[in-house]
Each structure stands twice: as structure tokens, then as C-alpha cells.
């Protein structure tokens, strides 16, 4: 209570801010349950629940096949992966501590620690439930082979960078306009349903149909990522510097608002939500 804190060198700020990063994330991944491990294995059981609806829908309609020579299942994934990550994300930024939040009250807390320990948090959690679900269909049905699995894994981390950026833009919107902030972010995440392009290969896609979707930086972090997966799709409508370049500009925007809106700080903002 009568501590008095002296000043800090570099490295002494940084091992505090990894730490209470690292705190932040078990306490926003033990969100979901109290149980860490237990949190990971509901996620994984959602994401598998997620990739057998669309397995079977894709039976029941008998279009099975017809985008990607290769496993069907995998490619299914690699829509599915991406589409939960990126959307996940930008939930879990938008509905991370704010500068009214009482966690703000105990210093050396702040901001920027809650939002990065969201999205990285999620991140986690994703990773690991990707991984789980990767090992147990290549152990007990067939063998994963993933033409280029640091390409792919680049496009997942930029389906999560553009998702904590579109998701940091609502947070520094949210306070000011709460109620049309959560209507947003449950349309973009329906939109995406469709928009992402998980069921549909972009090379298939006639132009009026890339025009409507070509805009949304998640469409082309899918198409891509199924190049580097499988060696038979090359896509040919998408770029893979297009959600970086969006991810860095929704990043910067949004600091900027996350701070014009963090000094207006009033604890009557949690009233309104």
C-alpha cells in the first residue's frame, strides 16, 4: 500500500507488461470456464461440431468435391478455421476491458495490455484447438498434407490480425455508440457466413460475385490459405498482401480512436451499455 515504485529500465518495463499480458490471457481464456484445458476442448468441440455441419450440408446438396481436387474435409477446414479466428477475435477485442472498466482502477493495468491479451488470448485458444483437431483426423481417418504449412499459417494469422484490427475499431466506437456497435458486430460476423468465401473457391466465382465479396480482407485470407494448402488450387483472384495492408491501416485507425475516446473516459459509460 506505502510502496513506492522507483523507475524502471527498459527491460524491467517490458518483463512487467509480458507479465501482466500473460495474466490477462489466462484470465480471459478461463473466461469461457474455469477449467483452461476444459475451455480449449469446448472450443475444439465447437469448431469440429462446425466443420461436420458443413460436411454434411455440402453432401446432403451434392456438391462434394467440385472446388478443390483434394481432401474435402480439409478444405472445409481451412474455411472453417480462418472464419472462427478472425471472428473470435474481433469479438473478444470489442468485448475486452475499457478505460471505465474497474480492472483499470489497478496499476500498472491499462488498456492496451486488455486488448492485446484478448486477441492474443484467442489466438491461443484457436491454435491449440486447430492443432487438436488436425492431429486426431490425421491419427484416426487420413493423413493431413499441407503443401505449404508456413503459408497457410501466415494466412490464419492474418485472418486474426484483420479481425483484432476491424474489432479495435468497434471497441473505440462501442462507448460512444454501444447499442449500433453490437448490432454491427453481430451483422459483420452473419455477413461473414457467406462474404468469407469458406464454401465456395474464388477461382469458381464468376466477376459480378468477386466484385460483392472482393472488398472483405477475410475472403481473401481463405482463398489464399487453400493455395498454400493444397498443390492442385492456384488462386488467381485474391491477394495475399490485400488483408495485410487492411489489417495495418483498421490497426492504426483504431489506436488513434481507442485513445481520442480513452481520455473522454466517464464512469457513466457503463451505464449505457
Known amino acids: 500500500m506505502f510502496e513506492q515504485s522507483g523507475p524502471k529500465t527498459s527491460f524491467q518495463s517490458a518483463i512487467t ?28 468441440m465447437q469448431t469440429a461440431i462446425f466443420v461436420l455441419a458443413f460436411f ?13 481436387r483434394g481432401d474435402f474435409l480439409l478444405y472445409i477446414m481451412s474455411g472453417i478455421f480462418l472464419f472462427l479466428t478472425h471472428t473470435k477475435t474481433m469479438g473478444a477485442v470489442v468485448g475486452s476491458e475499457g478505460p471505465s472498466s474497474p480492472m483499470m482502477k489497478h496499476a500498472p493495468m491499462n488498456t492496451a495490455i486488455a486488448i492485446l491479451a484478448a486477441a492474443l488470448g484467442t489466438l491461443y485458444v484457436q491454435m491449440l484447438s486447430l492443432l487438436g483437431i488436425l492431429f486426431i483426423y490425421h491419427v484416426a481417418f487420413v493423413p493431413v498434407v499441407i503443401e505449404d504449412p508456413i503459408g497457410a499459417l501466415g494466412m490464419l494469422l492474418a485472418a486474426w490480425f484483420t479481425g483484432a484490427g476491424i474489432g479495435l475499431i468497434l471497441l473505440a466506437m462501442k462507448p460512444w455508440f454501444p447499442t449500433f456497435v453490437g448490432i454491427l458486430n453481430t451483422v459483420y460476423s452473419r455477413v461473414n457466413m457467406i462474404a468469407s468465401g469458406k464454401m465456395f473457391a474464388a477461382n469458381t466465382l464468376p466477376t459480378f460475385m468477386l466484385n460483392m ?59 449505457r451499455r
Not at 454434411?56 to 478443390?68: D, H, N, P, Q, R
Not at 492442385?232 to 485513445?259: C, D, K, V
Open 17 to 44: 507488461i509480458a507479465e501482466l499480458v500473460y495474466h490477462s490471457i489466462v484470465r480471459s481464456v478461463r473466461k469461457t470456464h474455469g477449467n483452461a484445458v476444459m475451455s480449449i476442448l469446448l472450443n475444439m
Open 56 to 68: 454434411l450440408m455440402f453432401t446432403i446438396m451434392g456438391i462434394k468435391g467440385a472446388a478443390v
Open 213 to 271: 465479396f472482393s472488398w472483405n480482407p477475410l475472403f481473401h485470407c481463405i482463398d489464399q490459405a487453400r493455395g498454400y494448402t493444397f498443390i492442385n488450387y492456384m488462386p488467381r483472384n485474391t491477394s495475399a498482401e490485400y488483408p495485410l495492408m487492411i489489417g495495418i491501416i483498421l490497426l492504426m485507425l483504431g489506436l488513434m480512436g481507442e485513445f481520442y475516446t480513452r481520455r473522454q473516459a466517464s464512469l457513466s459509460w457503463s451505464s
